[in-house]
Antibody
Framework: QVQLVQSGAEVKKPGASVKVSCKAA???????????MHWVRQAPGQGLEWVGV????????SYAQEFQGRVTMTRDTSTSTAYMELSSLRSEDTAVYYC????????????WGQGTLVTVSS | QSALTQPASVSGSPGQSITISCTGT?????????VSWYQQHPGKAPNLMIY???NRPSGVSNRFSGSKSGTTASLTISGLQAEDEADYYC??????????FGTGTKVTVL
């Protein structure tokens, strides 16, 4: 069965960077369907916010405008692991970050990781 | 890209039907049939309930249904049950090859 397992919680200082990993199991990163990995975040007590998506077959990416220049999404097909790195962290980036597989042709998020809490604090 | 607009809260009694609206623009909800809905219980990851406006993934109760008219999508929960109490979010593909979530709706079962 499909599983997405994310790396553990992180505490970072303002201005630092964080890299969150998401290891997939139960399907192929390079299959002809289900080859997108989205990243979504949720600040404490707030709603869901789409951060971006990476094509796990070819590596192409699309980021939400507000994260352009600060976020980098990559993937390693040999280990079926996706990564999201966010730089120049500020307190407002404190949130749970989720990876989620793009089902079918990618337009819906059918399986989610357990979430990674990133805390930005001086 | 502004968040899609949802009512902050909706409530209903067990057995009743409720509908949650999700209003976007001609660049997102109105332009594509790629609206999905997610249920999130406290402290848990979201769970896909509806995709491509009105399709239900296997395992999701047929009490959940989705529709769209113009720039507004809707999620209807019929035969409301206690376990349906949760937060619900819509999401749409947008013309800039990005995605946008709704503001979220808290469903309370009275």
């Amino acid at each position: 069965q499909v599983q997405l397992v994310q790396s553990g919680a992180e505490v970072k200082k303002p201005g630092a960077s964080v890299k969150v990993s998401c290891k997939a199991a139960g399907y192929s990163f390079t299959s002809f369907t289900n080859y997108y990995m989205h990243w979504v975040r949720q600040a404490p007590g707030q709603g869901l916010e789409w951060v971006g998506v990476v094509n796990t077959r070819g590596g192409s990416i699309s980021y939400a405008q507000e994260f352009q220049g600060r976020v980098t999404m990559t993937r390693d097909t040999s280990t079926s692991t996706a990564y999201m790195e966010l730089s120049s962290l500020r307190s407002e980036d404190t949130a749970v970050y989720y990876c989620a597989r793009g089902g079918g042709s990618g337009e819906h998020l059918d399986y989610w990781g357990q979430g990674t809490l990133v805390t930005v604090s001086s | 890209q502004s968040a899609l607009t949802q009512p902050a809260s909706v409530s209903g009694s067990p057995g009743q039907s409720i509908t949650i609206s999700c209003t976007g623009t001609s660049s997102d909800v109105g332009a594509y049939n790629y609206v999905s809905w997610y249920q999130q219980h406290p402290g848990k990851a979201p769970n896909l309930m509806i995709y491509d406006v009105s399709n239900r993934p296997s395992g999701v109760s047929n009490r959940f249904s989705g529709s769209k008219s113009g720039t507004t999508a809707s999620l209807t929960i019929s035969g409301l049950q206690a376990e349906d109490e949760a937060d619900y979010y819509c999401c749409s593909f947008a013309s800039t090859s990005t995605y946008v979530f709704g503001t979220g709706t808290k469903v309370t079962v009275l």
